[in-house]
């Protein structure tokens, strides 16, 4: 049985993309600070703002379950800033997000090849595998307030761009940064769909093949591609 990882498995996301891996045949880790989903689901006592404790998850659950080939990454810190005053964050406020959003996804990423390198052609299987990152349109629009966590975000996606077009071209690893949008392109905030990510989530994980690494999405269509906006007012 293939093994999915899903760090910060919450009771939205996280909870949605536990129950569709599960029916799909995959054994389900689910790692966050505090346990949130049903016990069927094993459980990793995990906090993102310690980056050092990533090779420590992974090895746990590869001698629990096997090296997965599958790892979900949606934990987020944000912070936002009054307009007036974007440098509000200090030193260690902007280091535990940058632990969060971008170091953690870091180390998540490089074990995750070394599992997905582990498990090789035969146990990866057809669809090879996936590293999936929950992110937010922060990555090429400017919102005033989101700065730090544009930079923390943006960072991410830079690094799965690498590995998605640059890195592991030509091998049966897949890399994506999922940003999900209305119909009209505009952002989700608490209407962020559960099941919609784990939708695509299994879809992306299936297909054997990369796609659009920045996998800007509608909940129930797919990917879709909107018009690049470099800055936006902030009005959800
Ligand atoms: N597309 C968009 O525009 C958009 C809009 C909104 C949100 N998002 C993204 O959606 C994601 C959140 O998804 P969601 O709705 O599924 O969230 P959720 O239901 O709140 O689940 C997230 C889980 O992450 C865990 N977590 C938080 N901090 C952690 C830490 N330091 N270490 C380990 N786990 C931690 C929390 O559990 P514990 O507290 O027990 O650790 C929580 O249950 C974020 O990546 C966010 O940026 C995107």
Redesign the pocket.
Known sequence: MPTVLI??????????AAETFSAAGYQVAV??????LDSKYRYYA????KPETVPTLFEKVTTDLGAPSVVI??????HVSPPENPFDTELDGFQKGLN??TI?PYYAAREAVKSFEKLGPSGLGPSGGSFL??????NTTAIPGFMT?AVQ?GATAHMIQNLALVEYDGKPYKFYY????HADGS????D?S?AG?AAEFIKLAKDSKQGPWDYTFVSGKGYEKFPYVEVMAWNP
């Open positions: 760090i910060g498995a919450g009771l939205n996301t996280g909870k949605a790692a966050s600070r505090t346990q949130k995990f906090d993102a703002s990454y949606i934990t987020a810190a944000g969060i959003n953690s990152f929950v992110g937010n349109g922060l966590f975000k999922l940003d999900e949008r952002y989700v905030t608490t962020l559960g990510h």
